[in-house]
């Protein structure tokens, strides 16, 4: 069974500091990971999303994540945080087989502050 | 490209009514979508999966005859919510899957759901 598990379910950082969201993730098949963004009374938005090609992936609004496979992680990281980056987080893996359904972790959520 | 939109937006709805929730692939044909519900502070549940042409495959423990899914074209999908409860007052998502780029989902903006 495959699962992901995101570490800290509120995470605050000031404007311009970095930004680090943590998932580890739990697959017996090479994973697809995915991380989403969620604003206030609205649908997901991808982010960026790991396929077995490059480890280190890069996506949109400057964030960028890294699998390891050795420590079974995709953290979500950027380097200097945006006002605008305030909004709610999730963590996903593919299901392999079937209709690939996506499993999303608990979510965490990122204050910005001045 | 890869637009899903979800009507409506948002409903009220008295407690014992029906709602219809509509999902839209808008520039590509989606021969699945899935159906999502999220309570608030929490993250998304899967309630089921819907196929073209055939029945939904529903999620363990969701009521199949309470939440009625038709997926009667490669463009639309439909979770109608059978007698409504205040306690199926939610946020409802869905998303849908290309048929050709095969993996990945897009997802709609979500339909606020409030029985009252």
């Known amino acids: 069974a495959q699962s992901v598990t995101q570490l800290g379910s509120h995470v605050s950082v000031s404007e311009g500091a970095l930004v680090l969201l943590r998932c580890n993730y739990s697959s017996s098949v090479p994973p697809y990971l995915f991380w989403y963004v969620q604003y206030p009374n609205q649908g997901l938005q991808l982010l960026l999303k790991?396929?077995?090609?490059?480890?280190l992936v890069k996506g949109i609004n400057g964030f960028e994540a890294e699998f390891k496979k050795s420590e079974t992680s995709f953290h979500l990281t950027k380097p200097s945080a945006h006002m605008s980056d305030a909004a709610e987080y999730f963590c996903?893996?593919?299901?392999?087989?079937?209709?690939?359904?996506?499993?999303f972790g608990a979510g965490t959520r990122l204050a910005v502050h001045p | 490209g890869a637009v899903v939109s979800q009507h409506p937006s948002w409903v009220i709805c008295k407690s014992g009514t029906s709602v219809k929730i509509e999902c839209r692939s808008l520039?590509?044909?989606?021969?699945?979508m899935f159906w999502y519900r999220q309570f608030p502070k929490q993250s998304l549940m899967l309630m089921a999966t819907?196929?073209?042409?055939?029945?939904?495959?529903?999620e363990q423990g969701v009521e199949k005859d309470k939440f009625l899914i038709n997926h009667a074209s490669l463009t639309l999908s439909t979770l109608t919510v059978t007698s409504a409860h205040p306690e199926d007052s939610s946020f409802y998502i869905c998303?849908?899957?290309?048929?050709?780029?095969?993996?990945?989902?897009?997802f709609g903006p979500g339909t606020r759901l409030t029985v009252t």
């Open positions: 819907s196929n073209e042409g055939s029945k939904a495959t529903y």
């Open positions: 996903a893996v593919r299901m392999s087989g079937g209709y690939n359904k996506l499993i």
């Open positions: 520039d590509f044909q989606a021969t699945t």
């Open positions: 790991y396929t077995s090609a490059a480890t």
């Open positions: 998303s849908a899957r290309d048929t050709h780029t095969g993996y990945e989902q897009y």
